[in-house]
């Protein structure tokens, strides 16, 4: 009781840390499969966030799968933490992330980061068109706080431009990034 009230006092001061109100709710698995189904046939994968690494049952079988987060979620996870500058050295594929850059404090870091291991990217991002109130962002522990057009200027800035642009069942929307280099000259960008 007395720890409730204090975990509920600390939060009406600051905003609660991921790691104080962490929980992975089932109904996201829809999330990861919708995003899974922008995969083409890649070799290798990094998924950045991995949480329960619910993306490994929908990948093809032999596709290398690489999972990373800010805690050792199983032996094979990559410990990283994006806000202390954190990301892992490799050079894949594609770098998936769902339900993870609100809460990363540098997006823009972060995003080179991901231009430097792959040419693709594939996330979901939960807007501030569909989540707009300041507050309720920062009480779900959120550390951007981005419009659909800033997500795509700060992922051109980085390289990437969009070639797919969706949303799942709950509104996040879904998004295929690629490096001019990659896209084939048939397939025509999605419109913002």
């Given at each position: 009781m007395i720890?409730?009230?204090?975990?509920?006092?600390?939060?009406?001061?600051?905003?609660?840390?991921?790691?104080?109100?962490?929980?992975?709710?089932?109904?996201?698995?829809?999330?990861?499969?919708?995003?899974?189904?922008l995969l083409d046939q890649e070799k290798s994968v990094l998924d950045l966030g991995c949480g329960r690494m619910w993306l490994r049952e929908f990948l093809p079988a032999g596709t290398r799968y690489f999972c990373c987060d800010y805690v050792a979620r199983s032996p094979e996870t990559i410990v990283c933490d994006f806000n202390r500058s954190e990301f892992p050295d490799?050079?894949?594929d594609v770098c998936f992330v769902s339900g993870c850059l609100e809460y990363v404090e540098d997006v823009d870091w972060f995003l080179g980061r991901?231009?430097?291991?792959?040419?693709?990217l594939i996330l979901s991002y939960c807007s501030t068109e569909l989540v707009s109130g300041l507050a309720g962002r920062k009480s779900l522990a959120w550390k951007s706080h981005l419009s659909h057009d800033a997500l795509l200027a700060k992922a051109e800035a980085a390289g990437f431009h969009l070639c797919a642009r969706g949303e799942d069942i709950d509104g996040n929307e879904i998004l295929k990034f690629e490096k001019p280099s990659r896209q084939s000259p048939t397939r025509s960008q999605a419109s913002p």
């Open positions: 720890r409730s009230l204090l975990a509920r006092l600390r939060r009406a001061v600051r905003p609660p840390k991921w790691r104080e109100i962490e929980h992975f709710d089932e109904q996201w698995k829809r999330r990861i499969k919708g995003l899974a189904d490799l050079q894949v991901v231009a430097q291991a792959s040419d693709r």
